[in-house]
Structure formats: structure tokens, C-alpha cells
């Protein structure tokens, strides 16, 4: 990957911030996008300690306005991952129209905007695309949000239609969807984490490490024939 150029959102914490790294390390240039500078201070004292090329990109993928004004500012690039996402937990009972709105304004249209907009500048043939869903997108996901759940299913659909539309072009298309990770959405669901491991073929949680790589392959040209795909990662709690 060395001498390209990669856009992550959603980069300050958790996968994204480990998909930024695993990136850079391997000779990207990196935009790492959060709502603000600060949220990335962690991110970039990282990057700056192993002498990796990341550089801070703040918007909100919510406001296409800034979306666009950003990915002008990083101008020909060879990858972007659309990792941004929110989770706010509620039951079912308790969810009201703006739940569903914020939701959706982050997860579907931030990477409907992040993607639209990319385009412009995405290298082709050549450039990739992976969008980060969530086995709650296939599952349904009970045990979470319900917006949560509906707008990473939104966020498989979009992906196989934006790989259809982009295939011509060179450019490729593809989800990497994790089941349980340790990040903060978990840590803030009202789950029993240690039940949960136990339930996990793998017999653990997985951690932002886990993802990264895997991240990183289907971007690359070693991936050159795999496109619109959504490709479940979760330790084997989940087979089909």
C-alpha cells in the first residue's frame, strides 16, 4: 500500500482508529476522519510515536456539505473505508422518531455521502471501497438497537448496489461485517460480555485488531476479483 492514499471514518476510537493504524503501517497515507480534531489527539500521538503517515480530516459524514468540502481537500485517493457509526441502545418501546433519524443520518447516509462524494476523486480502475456493517445487519440483532441493526442491513444493500453501479469502473465494493467486537457500543450494551464469549465458537470477543486486516486485504489488490461482497467476521458465532 505504499504511496496510496486511504479516507477512514469514524477513525478517533475502536475499529476505525485500528484500521487507520493497520493501514498506515503498511505505507498509506491515511485522512482520518472524526467530528473534530480532538477527538483524533489519541490517534495522531499513536501514529506520530511509529512514524506512520496519518492525517487528521474532521467533518461529520451526516452533513453532506462538509463531506464534500472534505474529500475535496484529500483529492485523488485510492481507498475508502466508511466505518462511522452510532448506537445509541433503546428498547424497542422506548425508540422515537429522532433515534431513528439520528441513526440513519450517521450510518446510512454518512456513507451514502462519504461515497458519493469520494467518487469524484476515487482512483479508477483501481480504487476500493469497504463499508463496515455488523452482523446485526443479517441477524436482526435483538440484542441491540433496533435502528442500529436496520441501518447496517441498509448499509448491506447499499453496497451491493453501489458494487453493481462501480464494477464498470474498476472500482470495488464490499462490506467487512464483525459480530461482537470489544469497542464502546458493547461496552455500552446492557449485555453479559462473559456469557457471550462463552457462546463464541472461538470462545472470545474479538478486538478492533481482529478487523483491521482484514480490512486491509479487501482494499488491496489482492483482493482484485472480490466485490460486493459482505464478509462476516465474528469468531464463528454466526455460520451461513
Keep these: 500500500m505504499k ?3 486511504a479516507v477512514v471514518t469514524g477513525a478517533a476510537k475502536g475499529i476505525g482508529k485500528a484500521i487507520a493504524l493497520e493501514l498506515a503501517s503498511r505505507g498509506a497515507r491515511v485522512y482520518a476522519n472524526g467530528r473534530t480534531e480532538e477527538s483524533l489527539t489519541d490517534l495522531l500521538v499513536e501514529a506520530a510515536d511509529r512514524s506512520l503517515d496519518i492525517v487528521a480530516l474532521p467533518f461529520d459524514v451526516a452533513n453532506e456539505v462538509e463531506v464534500e468540502r472534505a474529500m475535496g481537500k484529500v483529492g485523488s485517493m485510492h481507498y475508502l473505508v466508511n466505518n462511522a457509526g452510532i448506537c445509541p441502545y433503546l428498547k424497542f418501546e422506548e425508540l422515537k422518531e429522532e433515534h431513528w433519524d439520528a441513526v440513519f443520518a450517521v450510518n446510512v447516509k454518512g456513507t451514502y455521502f462519504c461515497t458519493r462524494h469520494a467518487l469524484a476523486h476515487l482512483v479508477a480502475p483501481g480504487g476500493s471501497i469497504v463499508n463496515i456493517s455488523s452482523g446485526a445487519g443479517k441477524t436482526g440483532g435483538a440484542f441491540v438497537s433496533m435502528p ?28 467487512v ?5 470489544s469497542t464502546r457500543i458493547l461496552d455500552e450494551m446492557p ?20 478487523i483491521a486486516p482484514l480490512v486491509r486485504f479487501v482494499l488491496s489488490d489482492e483482493a482484485a476479483f472480490l466485490t460486493g461482497q459482505i464478509i462476516e467476521i465474528n469468531g464463528g458465532d454466526v455460520m451461513y
Design 3 to 5: 504511496g496510496k492514499v
Design 148 to 175: 442500529y441493526g436496520t441501518s447496517k442491513a441498509a448499509i448491506n444493500n447499499m453496497t451491493i448496489a453501489f458494487a453493481k453501479l462501480l464494477a464498470p469502473k474498476g472500482i470495488r465494493v464490499n462490506a
Design 177 to 181: 461485517s464483525p459480530g461482537f467486537v
Design 191 to 210: 449485555v453479559d460480555q462473559v456469557a457471550i464469549a462463552q457462546d463464541i465458537p472461538l470462545g472470545r470477543i474479538g478486538v478492533p485488531g481482529d
